[in-house]
């Protein structure tokens, strides 16, 4: 079995900061891609930031600048930090993976159960 567990979310005001955490554990054999996702009250889930295995990372345009996704390979973590937040930054913040099973022959997406984040203005 494979979890993605996420931490670090909470209250905080507009122009602070957050550092997002998630922890993949279990039967992995390998990961691919490491990504966070965020979703706000009434709008579809969207792609905040993504970091491949060599390090190479994407950003959505509104996070450019002010947030930063950075892995550990080693821990199978991966972080976002978040910087100059703002009320529009508010939404439930998910972790997501490609990754291989031990005696999978594929890779399959998971994904963590989110993390709330507020921003308050």
């Known amino acids: 079995q494979v979890q993605l567990v996420e931490s670090g979310g909470g209250l905080v005001q507009s122009g602070g900061s957050l550092r997002l955490s998630c922890a993949a554990s279990?039967?992995?054999?390998?990961?691919?891609?490491m990504d966070w996702y965020r979703q706000a009250p009434g709008k579809q889930r969207e792609l905040v930031a993504q970091?491949?295995?060599?390090?190479?990372?994407n950003y959505a345009d509104s996070v450019k600048g002010r947030f930063t996704i950075s892995r550990d390979n080693a821990k199978n973590t991966v972080y976002l930090q978040m910087n100059s937040l703002k009320p529009e930054d508010t939404a439930v913040y998910y972790c997501?993976?490609?990754?291989?099973?031990?005696?999978?022959?594929?890779?399959?997406?998971?994904w963590g159960q989110g993390t709330q984040v507020t921003v308050s203005s």
């Open positions: 997501h993976s490609f990754l291989r099973r031990f005696g999978g022959r594929q890779e399959y997406s998971y």
């Open positions: 279990g039967s992995i054999y390998s990961i691919n891609t």
């Open positions: 970091i491949t295995t060599g390090g190479n990372t």
